[in-house]
């Protein structure tokens, strides 16, 4: 997975990741603020993602822990 995150100054950083997924090319774009909201409540180094299409919600789950569900909206990139 490729993670890109930029700014209004044409500012860019990528990072690459590795990961186990099933499923064609997919691009989504999500506000920064609600990634890092997920991150500071997921108290996990592994999680899940299941996407439907770039303009449908992304849940966030942890593999061991059936209470954590996190939903976040995509944004046009």
Do not use: W
Request: aromatic letters at 10%; a negative charge.
């Amino acid at each position: 997975m490729s993670v890109v995150c930029s700014n209004n100054e044409q500012e860019e950083a990528r990072e690459e990741i590795e990961i186990a997924y099933q499923g064609g090319e997919l691009e989504v774009g999500f506000n920064i603020g609600y990634l890092m909201d997920v991150l500071r409540n997921i108290h996990s180094d592994d999680m899940q993602l299941a996407f439907g299409d770039a303009n449908r919600s992304t849940l966030f789950t942890v593999p061991n822990n059936p209470n954590f569900k996190y939903i976040v909206m995509p944004m046009r990139i």
